[in-house]
Nanobody
Framework: QVQLVESGGGLVQAGGSLRLSCAAS????????MGWFRQAPGQERQFVAA????????YYTDSVKGRCTISRDNAKNTVYLQMNSLKPEDTAVYYC????????????????WGQGTPVTVSS
């Protein structure tokens, strides 16, 4: 099992940047694919980005391609989401999640979740 804690969210103006961090506890962090999801008020949870357990493959939803970069440091048990050129539409609570599946794009197989960190992008 793994416990996840997100940080780095906050208030930023449109066009600005944030780097979200997800710190994991447990001895098996490198066994999990990691993903970032977000949920805006009144909307369903949405997939944002994912990275496989080796850090060799990444996957992004179209709305953030070119603006976001997911990365991980297994030695530090941490996954990151660098977000640039932020838009008001990016406003949401961002969640870190872990999957045991080898296919990181299978959204329904993420089993472990953090508490979320809010991101607000003002216009």
């Amino acid at each position: 099992q793994v416990q996840l804690v997100e940080s780095g969210g906050g208030l930023v103006q449109a066009g600005g940047s944030l780097r979200l961090s997800c710190a994991a506890s447990g001895r098996t962090f490198s066994s999990y694919g990691m993903g970032w999801f977000r949920q805006a008020p009144g909307q369903e949870r949405q997939f944002v980005a994912a990275i496989n357990r080796y850090g060799t493959n990444t996957y992004y939803t179209d709305s953030v391609k070119g603006r976001c970069t997911i990365s991980r440091d297994n030695a530090k048990n941490t996954v990151y989401l660098q977000m640039n050129s932020l838009k008001p539409e990016d406003t949401a609570v961002y969640y870190c999640a872990a999957t045991e599946a080898v296919n990181i794009s299978w959204e329904n197989l993420y089993k472990y979740w953090g508490q979320g960190t809010p991101v607000t992008v003002s216009s």
